[in-house]
């Protein structure tokens, strides 16, 4: 039985994870799935339901383990598109980070929403044509942070990673970029100012 330890991950990615075990997985194999949140318990089971397979789930502390056995629907499932593997094709779109938290309300909150949200991006079936990080926005792009190689992944599948310049001096993070080209003000004032669309989390 293999085990695929999903414990401190948060949603989606326990899903994710899930997922791509179950491609590289023969028919017969037994899955066991430990998730310590709610939230990805519930994703989980929504997926193994949606998708035909059968599983058995308990609960010890606030650790969730659900295991299940990949059968004939593994087919099913690939054909559906869920397996993970490296997407290229790109969108008319570009990504603005203009904050490190994602939305209004708790701080702590948002931080977290946004490490989600960026580590769900490569899942996309049409990728971003760039990321534009400003004000805060550039401390995701940086060494130590909880998204800083999660946006190399994504600039490594060929999506531009640009960070304003000005902020980068402002927060005095020049050498302690991740990732991303340094950019200016007019630049970025270009690409808002483009027919591409523009994703503001």
């Known amino acids: 039985m293999r085990i695929v330890d999903c414990k401190g991950l948060i949603c989606p990615m326990p899903l994710i994870e899930t997922k791509k075990v179950i491609r590289e ?3 017969g194999d ?3 799935v430990e998730v310590d949140n709610e939230t990805s318990f519930n994703n989980l089971s929504h997926f193994l339901n949606d998708n035909g ?5 308990s609960k010890k502390g606030i650790v969730y383990r659900i295991k299940f056995i990949v059968k004939e629907l593994q087919t099913k499932i690939q054909e559906n598109k869920v397996e993970v593997k490296p997407l290229t094709n790109h969108g ?4 603005v980070f ?3 938290s994602m939305g209004s309300g708790d701080d702590d909150l948002g931080k977290l929403l946004f490490k989600g949200y960026i580590n769900t991006i490569d899942q996309l079936e049409t990728l971003p044509q760039e ?3 400003y004000n805060s926005g550039v401390t995701l792009a ?3 942070s909880d998204t800083g190689q999660s946006l190399k992944k994504i600039e490594g599948l060929g999506v531009k990673i640009s960070v304003c310049g000005t902020c980068v001096d402002f927060f005095g993070l020049k050498d302690n970029l991740e990732v991303g080209t340094i950019t200016n003000m007019l ?3 270009g690409k808002l100012a483009s027919n591409s669309i523009i994703v503001k989390p």
Not at 53 to 57: G, M, S
């Open 25 to 27: 997985s023969k028919i």
């Open 30 to 32: 037994e899955l066991l």
């Open 53 to 57: 397979l059968t599983f058995e789930h």
């Open 92 to 95: 008319n779109y570009i990504i």
């Open 98 to 100: 203009s904050s490190n």
């Open 131 to 133: 990321i534009i990080c």
């Open 142 to 144: 940086t060494k130590g």
């Open 187 to 189: 630049y970025i004032a």
